[in-house]
Nanobody, 123 residues
Framework: QVQLVESGGGLVQAGGSLRLSCAAS????????MGWFRQAPGKEREFVTS????????ETADAVKGRFTISRGTARNTVFLQMNNLKPEDTAVYFC????????????????WGQGTQVTVSS
Protein backbone atom coordinates (compact mmCIF):
# COMPACT_ATOMS: atom_id res chain seq x y z
CA GLN A 1 0.00 0.00 0.00
CA VAL A 2 1.30 3.44 -0.96
CA GLN A 3 1.76 5.91 1.86
CA LEU A 4 2.96 9.49 1.57
CA VAL A 5 4.33 11.68 4.37
CA GLU A 6 5.06 15.38 3.88
CA SER A 7 7.42 17.46 5.99
CA GLY A 8 9.16 20.83 5.94
CA GLY A 9 6.26 23.22 6.30
CA GLY A 10 6.32 26.17 8.65
CA LEU A 11 6.13 29.93 9.06
CA VAL A 12 8.30 32.14 6.89
CA GLN A 13 8.42 35.81 6.01
CA ALA A 14 7.61 37.02 2.52
CA GLY A 15 10.62 36.65 0.26
CA GLY A 16 11.91 33.67 2.22
CA SER A 17 12.32 30.03 1.23
CA LEU A 18 11.14 26.63 2.38
CA ARG A 19 11.84 23.11 1.18
CA LEU A 20 9.10 20.54 1.47
CA SER A 21 9.76 16.81 1.35
CA CYS A 22 7.46 13.93 0.54
CA ALA A 23 8.56 10.42 1.48
CA ALA A 24 6.72 7.60 -0.24
CA SER A 25 6.53 4.02 0.97
CA UNK A 26 5.13 1.10 -0.96
CA UNK A 27 6.49 2.39 -4.27
CA UNK A 28 9.93 0.77 -4.41
CA UNK A 29 10.60 -0.48 -7.91
CA UNK A 30 7.40 1.05 -9.23
CA UNK A 31 6.97 3.86 -11.69
CA UNK A 32 5.15 6.52 -9.71
CA UNK A 33 4.70 10.13 -10.72
CA MET A 34 4.38 12.66 -7.91
CA GLY A 35 2.57 15.93 -7.62
CA TRP A 36 2.22 18.82 -5.20
CA PHE A 37 -1.10 20.52 -4.64
CA ARG A 38 -2.17 23.18 -2.17
CA GLN A 39 -5.36 24.33 -0.53
CA ALA A 40 -5.86 27.70 1.11
CA PRO A 41 -8.72 28.34 3.58
CA GLY A 42 -12.02 28.70 1.77
CA LYS A 43 -10.51 27.77 -1.59
CA GLU A 44 -10.40 24.66 -3.72
CA ARG A 45 -7.34 22.48 -3.90
CA GLU A 46 -5.08 23.65 -6.72
CA PHE A 47 -2.23 22.18 -8.70
CA VAL A 48 1.28 23.40 -7.93
CA THR A 49 3.72 21.16 -9.77
CA SER A 50 4.35 17.54 -10.74
CA UNK A 51 7.13 15.24 -11.89
CA UNK A 52 7.02 11.95 -13.76
CA UNK A 53 8.46 8.68 -12.48
CA UNK A 54 11.92 9.21 -14.04
CA UNK A 55 12.23 12.85 -13.08
CA UNK A 56 12.65 13.95 -16.69
CA UNK A 57 9.23 15.55 -17.18
CA UNK A 58 7.83 18.26 -14.94
CA GLU A 59 4.86 20.60 -15.09
CA THR A 60 4.37 23.74 -12.99
CA ALA A 61 1.48 26.12 -12.43
CA ASP A 62 1.93 29.65 -13.73
CA ALA A 63 1.37 31.11 -10.26
CA VAL A 64 4.59 29.56 -8.95
CA LYS A 65 6.67 29.17 -12.11
CA GLY A 66 10.16 30.53 -11.64
CA ARG A 67 9.84 30.37 -7.84
CA PHE A 68 9.03 26.72 -7.07
CA THR A 69 11.02 23.70 -8.24
CA ILE A 70 10.12 20.03 -7.92
CA SER A 71 12.79 17.32 -7.88
CA ARG A 72 13.19 13.67 -7.00
CA GLY A 73 15.69 12.17 -4.61
CA THR A 74 18.23 9.64 -5.85
CA ALA A 75 16.15 6.80 -4.42
CA ARG A 76 13.13 8.16 -6.35
CA ASN A 77 10.81 7.50 -3.43
CA THR A 78 11.33 11.04 -2.13
CA VAL A 79 10.17 14.22 -3.83
CA PHE A 80 11.16 17.74 -2.88
CA LEU A 81 9.49 21.09 -3.43
CA GLN A 82 11.90 24.00 -3.22
CA MET A 83 9.93 27.20 -2.70
CA ASN A 84 11.75 30.51 -3.11
CA ASN A 85 10.59 34.12 -2.97
CA LEU A 86 7.49 33.08 -1.06
CA LYS A 87 4.48 35.38 -1.05
CA PRO A 88 1.57 35.66 1.41
CA GLU A 89 -0.70 34.19 -1.25
CA ASP A 90 1.34 30.99 -1.11
CA THR A 91 -0.07 30.34 2.35
CA ALA A 92 -1.87 26.99 2.24
CA VAL A 93 -1.76 23.37 3.24
CA TYR A 94 0.52 21.62 0.78
CA PHE A 95 -0.28 18.04 -0.21
CA CYS A 96 1.87 15.44 -1.89
CA UNK A 97 0.14 12.98 -4.24
CA UNK A 98 1.17 9.95 -6.28
CA UNK A 99 -0.09 8.16 -9.39
CA UNK A 100 1.32 5.49 -11.64
CA UNK A 101 3.75 6.48 -14.40
CA UNK A 102 2.89 9.86 -15.95
CA UNK A 103 2.44 13.12 -14.09
CA UNK A 104 -0.75 15.15 -14.23
CA UNK A 105 -2.10 18.51 -13.09
CA UNK A 106 -5.51 17.08 -12.19
CA UNK A 107 -6.03 16.09 -8.57
CA UNK A 108 -8.73 13.57 -9.52
CA UNK A 109 -6.09 11.50 -11.31
CA UNK A 110 -4.04 10.90 -8.16
CA UNK A 111 -5.25 7.98 -6.02
CA UNK A 112 -2.70 8.42 -3.22
CA TRP A 113 -2.39 11.46 -0.95
CA GLY A 114 -0.43 12.58 2.06
CA GLN A 115 -1.90 14.32 5.09
CA GLY A 116 -0.52 17.73 4.12
CA THR A 117 1.86 20.22 5.69
CA GLN A 118 1.03 23.83 6.55
CA VAL A 119 2.96 26.66 4.91
CA THR A 120 2.32 30.16 6.24
CA VAL A 121 3.92 33.21 4.67
CA SER A 122 3.74 36.44 6.64
CA SER A 123 3.86 39.86 5.00
Amino acid sequence: QVQLVESGGGLVQAGGSLRLSCAASGVTGSRYAMGWFRQAPGKEREFVTSINWSGVSTETADAVKGRFTISRGTARNTVFLQMNNLKPEDTAVYFCAARYNTNSRYSSEYPYWGQGTQVTVSS
